[in-house]
């Protein structure tokens, strides 16, 4: 498939482009590609669920930029994605996927729902991460779920998870030292699934500090939406000194 003779057309220019997916941040609309996606990404910041929202300056742009990068130096290292390439300051191409209603998330520190489901401070390191997954749902809160779980409801099978573990871990051990050479520590973060045209598992949707937990390695001080979801600063302002920092890192990784 031939990715950089794909056709982009915006709505004005193209009337057949259909919006496929509204999400919380970002929309999906269809490309002269039935295998290729267009991403749009929003100034928009939630919480809660959805329950808090705010339109932010320069998010889109903010967003796309870092979780370029991110995709980018993770494909160069041997991860599948499901990326393909940024072809505006707010937009990007990626591959159609079939995805897992799967939150993965791993935790290297104790920090968010972690610390109160279990009454543990933040900011504890843990021996080995911890790996959780959330069955995807808004109308059910994304609830917690084990192997089995999945399995059950036929969502994922356990070869299936063994595979998103692997490519979860590989993401993890990859993104360590590449925030600790931007001065941050990498406590947490979610991921998404889903399977190619061929029934490749890759990794799909972001990586940004929408959907990580980042905090300064000598202040401690957030550098993620949290800062949003606590109003403990402004969430443009951190978001620019997370690209300005992920920027420097990856001239010397």
Not at 20 to 48: F, I
Not at 100 to 114: C, D, K, S, W, Y
Not at 220 to 244: C, F, N, P, S, W
Request: aromatic share 10%; with cysteine; charged share 35%.
């Amino acid at each position: 498939m031939l990715f950089n003779n794909i056709r982009v057309f915006t709505k004005e220019k193209n009337k057949m482009a259909k919006l496929l997916y509204t999400g919380k941040v970002k929309e999906m609309w269809s490309t002269d590609d039935p295998e290729v996606l267009r991403v749009v990404y929003t100034d928009q910041a939630t919480a809660g669920n959805g329950e808090k929202k705010d339109d932010f300056k320069n998010k889109a742009y903010l967003n796309n930029e870092i979780s370029t990068l991110i995709f980018e130096y993770l494909s160069k290292n041997g991860v599948p994605t499901h990326f393909i390439k940024k072809i505006s300051d707010t937009e990007e191409l990626v591959k159609k996927c079939d995805m897992f209603p799967l939150e993965v998330v791993t935790r290297n520190i104790a920090a968010g729902h972690f610390s109160s489901r279990y009454g543990l401070g933040e900011g504890e390191k843990f021996d080995t991460p911890v790996e959780e997954l959330f069955y995807k749902s808004d109308e059910l809160d994304d609830p917690i779920m084990n192997e089995s779980d999945a399995i059950a409801l036929h969502i994922a099978t356990a070869e299936e998870q063994k595979k998103i573990w692997e490519l979860s871990r590989q993401v993890n051990k990859l993104l360590i030292p590449l925030f600790d050479k931007a001065g941050m520590e990498l406590v947490d973060f979610k991921l998404e699934f889903g399977k190619d045209a061929d029934g490749n598992i890759i990794l799909a949707d972001e990586f940004s500090p929408d959907n990580c937990r980042l905090w300064d390695k000598k202040t401690k001080k957030h550098m993620d939406k949290d800062v949003y979801r606590r109003d403990i600063g402004d969430l443009t302002t951190v978001y620019e000194q997370d690209l300005a920092r992920i920027q420097e890192a990856l001239k010397e990784i």
